[in-house]
Nanobody
Framework: QLQFVESGGGVVQTGESLRLSCTSR????????VGWFRQTPGKAREWVSC????????IYADSVKGRFSIIKDDAAYTTSLEMSNLKPEDTGTYYC??????????????????WGRGLPVTVSS
């Protein structure tokens, strides 16, 4: 399994920013495309943002475009999600994943379905 050490998350107010990070455990992050997914209350898990193995391609869900930024630092074995202008609807549990697929048409999937415990994010209004 491709597992991570997760860090970040917490409680913020509307409009504030937050950074989530995942550091790979025992595997070379440079070999994989990575992504961030989230599960918000009452909804199925959805993709948020993904970045290609070499970092040349990034995609974002429409709901976060312009507010979130994905980072892949292979030297540090880390991927991060910078979130700004947070909204209450961003509240949920966020997951990082490796070996994701950036599908033509601008969608990201995670065929391995390997998930960590996730990082809780609460945005209060």
């Amino acid at each position: 399994q491709l597992q991570f050490v997760e860090s970040g998350g917490g409680v913020v107010q509307t409009g504030e920013s937050l950074r989530l990070s995942c550091t790979s455990r025992g595997f070379n992050l440079a070999r994989y495309a990575v992504g961030w997914f989230r599960q918000t209350p009452g909804k199925a898990r959805e993709w948020v943002s993904c970045i290609s193995r070499g970092g040349e391609s990034t995609i974002y869900a429409d709901s976060v475009k312009g507010r979130f930024s994905i980072i892949k630092d292979d030297a540090a074995y880390t991927t991060s999600l910078e979130m700004s202008n947070l909204k209450p609807e961003d509240t949920g549990t966020y997951y990082c994943a490796a070996d994701v697929r950036l599908v033509p048409g601008g969608v990201c999937i995670h065929p391995r379905e390997e998930w960590g415990r996730g990082l809780p994010v609460t945005v209060s209004s």
